[in-house]
């Protein structure tokens, strides 16, 4: 609870940008809806595609402009000074259940995992031989699924279908965020210690191994689309893959972006060793991602 | 105790007038302001599409329009009912009386409170745009799968599911971002001497809620995206040629919707018992039961889900487990009636509008729970599943428990946010048109349901006739009625008789010291709680 000694709250100004960012947000929203309209909505929408797409590209740099002069305003207020131990204790606050809302997410999708894995693929091969269309599906894992006509769309499991091996790549890149982990963490001790080029370098290593792991991750991409077989569309296998090491590396991107900022505040020497939650923020953010993909290794790589 | 040092706060008095004023504010009252109007509004318009709805059902037959117009109503219907007007409702509750009834100067992070509200207006746009585009040939206009997006239906649905889609996502943010706001604020913002049980009931409420919001939104955040995917990026997670499962999408929606329904009402059952013990003029029965009551609702919404399809096909060990589940609830909600009751017991009360409401309130959502249960024992579910009986049921906790509740709120602590009372008179005359009305909509619509009419569907057997007549009456006199709760409101910002500070004599808690309404700036100097 707040110290009385410091019970002047600081409510900033008002401000113009969280609701011009939601208008950018709609902007975008709106755009992809209409750049994909043909999908679902027939070929008579194809018009439509063109300026969804400009519509979106405005959004997303309405966003991402209002949230660079958000950002930077909060950056002010904190080298201004006008943030104590108590608004401190908020951001705090805020970052935790902020992360528990993203562990939230990543829950979804490896539900839909273990759900397919365990439930629905197996199933799927247990019917009764003389009452299902998939007589031939086996039902192991990892599974395209036993392909079929659905929704009027024929699916056929590709035969040069290969699943992610964990060696190679994969371990490569655990390698590398565990040992990013580590760097951070040799930064913040620089940091408390006021040692500022423990701190620097610390921090330019993090980046540097982040840049590293989303490399890394483009290939595996480029490999598993060009050689294995291996896409979007792979049936269960394919769309839990991509879509929990996509979410992952669109997390690490976000992260890395955050890291590349704070390496720029630690070099303009924003933070002090008592006052620098910026910098534990984005540690804690990082790390979380970190935790993230050891999940994945597990289940998606190894397991 | 209300001292207005506004010195330390940076934005001073000279905050910007007009429009601006409310695009970029800060301060909690205006963010609560903005989220009641808008939520008023949304509830009017979600209302206004329903009686387009009861007006179609009003015979049998196709009178009005086409079943898949129909089902876009239905869908936008709730979805605005839930996300529009209800949520918004009782956020603008927690942000206009959490920082009073906790001594706080303000919410905790104020521009990110102005961003929750602000998403919601697009959200509000992307759910009705379709209906618009399609009057220009556009696409075939809104979601038509209900409020619960199943697949295949909405996989195979026009663009109007991905406008749904996206949406939710606003929402979704948002509501994670007041939760976590409000999180904060609870965890961070409380005067020096109030501890964690001594915290006013709504704040526990709202606590839940926000707890209930942060585990589950995100979930529900990663269903549509799935599903979004399946419509347009070719993965199969719903699909079971490509070894998904539509069944899933089911899962992971209720894993979000059932844990919805308490995030609905938790913060109710925060002001409900506030507003019985000031009308019944002693201190509230069973604190410590009550929020332990609400610990435990809230734990157990989270692992019994699967009760909205146990028809769809599962192992009786799993059909067994989600029906005790489901039933254990009961128990802590039993819990809270007693405490209810108990705390009206032997008071010296009195009758003014929220008190009508929050008594009314208790026997109707109390009927909301009791056929809760029916629905909850797996062999009767088999029965009344997807038919009006499910229909009644959930009117009866969502209108009755959550926006009843609401309006309690509204009578209750609209003098303290305008300084002026409201028309008793119309407020009494409200609330009996309303309960009243209310049943006459609703009490049809179990025994149409018992007798099996399906939900969803323009058309009905004609046994069933002379029911959804008067179901339809009950509805026209029951959406009419809600113009009297708007002009109330409207009469009382603009002027009225003065209101104390306390304004109910019974009435006991921080918001109540301040004056009427509370300075723009509260508790910049915070009070300390003995
Ligand atoms: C003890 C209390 C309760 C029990 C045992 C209970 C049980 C159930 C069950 C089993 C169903 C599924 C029925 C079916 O589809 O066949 C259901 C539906 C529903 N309940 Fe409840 N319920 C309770 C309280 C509540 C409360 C407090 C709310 C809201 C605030 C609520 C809102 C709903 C809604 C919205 C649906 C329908 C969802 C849909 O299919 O669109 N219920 N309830
Ligand atoms: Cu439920």
Redesign the pocket.
């Known amino acids: 609870m707040a110290t009385h000694s410091e019970n002047q709250y600081f409510v900033p100004h008002g401000s113009i940008y969280p609701s011009i960012l939601s208008a950018g947000l709609l902007s975008m929203a709106a755009g992809f809806v209409f750049s994909v309209a043909t999908d679902r909505g027939g070929d008579s929408l194809a018009y439509l595609e063109g300026p969804g797409k400009w519509m979106m590209y405005f959004g997303l740099a309405v966003v991402l402009f209002m949230m660079f002069k958000w950002l930077g305003t909060v950056v002010t207020e904190s080298v201004t000074g006008k943030y104590k131990n108590w608004e401190d204790k908020s951001f705090r606050w805020g970052m935790i259940v902020f992360i528990a809302s993203e562990v939230a997410f990543f829950a979804a999708f490896f539900g839909a995992l273990f759900y397919m894995r365990v439930l629905s693929v197996p199933d799927l091969a247990g019917f009764d031989p003389n009452f299902t269309p998939y007589k031939d599906f086996l039902g192991t894992w990892p599974s395209q699924g036993p392909g079929g006509v659905v929704l009027g769309e024929t699916f056929e499991p590709n035969p040069a279908f290969k699943p992610m091996h964990w060696m190679g790549l994969p371990l490569i890149n655990t390698v590398l965020l565990l040992t990013s982990g580590a760097t951070i963490t040799w930064a913040h001790w620089g940091l408390i210690k006021n040692n500022r080029k423990q701190l620097i370098i610390g921090m330019a290593l993090t980046v540097a191994l982040g840049i590293a792991f989303l490399i890394c991750q483009g290939l595996e991409y480029h490999h598993a689309y060009t050689e294995m077989g291996l896409t979007l569309g792979s049936g269960a296998y394919g769309a839990t893959f991509f879509m929990l090491t996509g979410f992952h590396g669109f997390h690490v991107t976000i992260g890395t972006l955050m890291l590349i900022v704070i390496l720029l505040r630690c070099m303009k020497g924003h933070f002090t060793p008592e006052h620098h939650f910026g910098f534990e923020g984005v540690a804690w953010y990082w790390h979380f991602v970190d935790v993230v993909w050891l999940g994945l290794f597990i289940f998606v790589y190894m397991l | 105790m209300s001292t207005t040092t506004v010195a330390h706060h940076e934005e001073h008095s000279d905050h910007p007038t007009g429009i601006m004023r409310w695009l970029t504010t800060t301060n909690h009252k205006d963010i609560g302001t903005m989220y009641l109007t808008f939520s008023l509004v949304m509830f009017l318009v979600g209302g206004a599409m329903v009686l387009g709805i009861r007006a179609e059902l009003f015979q049998p037959g196709l009178q009005l329009m086409n079943p898949d117009f129909y089902n876009q109503l239905i869908g936008v219907h ?1 979805l605005i009912m ?1 996300f529009a007007a209800l949520m918004p409702a009782a956020t603008g509750f927690a942000n206009w009386m959490i920082p009073l009834q906790i001594g706080a100067p303000d919410m905790a992070l104020p521009r990110l409170n102005n961003w929750g509200f602000w998403l919601l207006p697009p959200s509000a746009i992307l759910l009705t745009l379709p209906f618009t585009l399609a009057l220009f040939g556009i696409g075939d206009g809104a979601i038509a799968t ?3 997006f199943y697949p295949p239906l909405s996989v195979q649905g026009g663009i109007g599911v991905d406008f749904a889609i996206f949406a939710v996502h606003l929402l979704g943010v948002s509501s994670v971002m007041g939760s976590i706001n409000i999180i904060v604020t609870l965890f961070n913002m409380r005067a020096p001497g109030m501890t964690l049980m001594k915290m006013p009931m709504f704040a526990w409420g709202w606590l839940i809620t926000a707890f209930l919001l942060v585990a589950t939104i995100p979930v529900l955040a990663g269903a549509v995206t799935m599903l979004l995917t399946d419509r347009h990026f070719g993965t199969h997670f719903f699909d079971a040629a490509g070894g998904g499962d539509p069944i899933m999408f089911q899962h992971l929606f209720w894993f979000f ?2 844990p ?3 995030i ?2 938790l913060p109710v059952w925060g002001f409900i018992p506030q507003i019985l013990q000031t009308f019944s003029r002693k201190p509230m029965y069973g604190y410590k039961a009550q929020v332990y009551s609400l610990w435990a609702i809230g734990a157990l919404a989270v692992v ?1 889900w699967a ?5 769809a096909g599962m192992p009786v060990p799993a059909l067994l487990y989600f029906m005790y589940s ?2 254990a ?2 128990l802590p ?1 039993a819990v809270l009636f007693f405490c209810w009751i108990k705390t009206m017991w032997k008071g010296s009360m009195s009758f003014e509008t929220p008190m009508l409401f929050a008594v009314g309130w208790i026997i109707l ?1 109390g009927i ?10 797996v062999a009767a ?1 088999a029965q ?4 009006y ?3 009644a ?2 009117h009866y ?2 209108f009755a ?2 926006i009843m509740g609401i309006m309690a709120g509204v009578y209750y602590w609209l003098p303290k946010m305008t300084g002026h009372m409201y028309n008793e008179k119309l407020g009494k005359l409200h609330f009996w048109l309303t309960a009243i009305s209310f049943n006459v909509t609703f009490i049809p619509q179990f025994f149409v349901g018992l007798a099996g009419m399906p ?1 969803r569907i323009p058309d009905y057997a004609l046994q069933f006739a002379e029911f959804n007549m008067i179901s339809t009456i009950g509805a026209f006199i029951l959406g009419f009625s809600q113009l009297l709760f708007v002009y109330n409101i409207i009469m009382c910002a603009k002027g009225g008789q003065k209101a104390t500070d306390k304004v109910w004599e019974g009435a006991e808690g921080l918001e109540w010291t301040l004056s009427s309404p509370p300075p723009y700036h509260s508790f910049n100097e915070q009070p300390v709680i003995k």
């Open positions: 709730a839930i209900g409020w619960t919707g059932h919805e329904v308490y609905l009402l019994v009760h909205h399809f146990f028809t489901t039933m609830i009961s909600l959502f909301g729970g009791l056929t809760g249960l029916v629905l909850a024992d579910d009344y599943h997807n038919s009986f499910v229909v049921h959930f906790t969502l428990g959550g939900r």
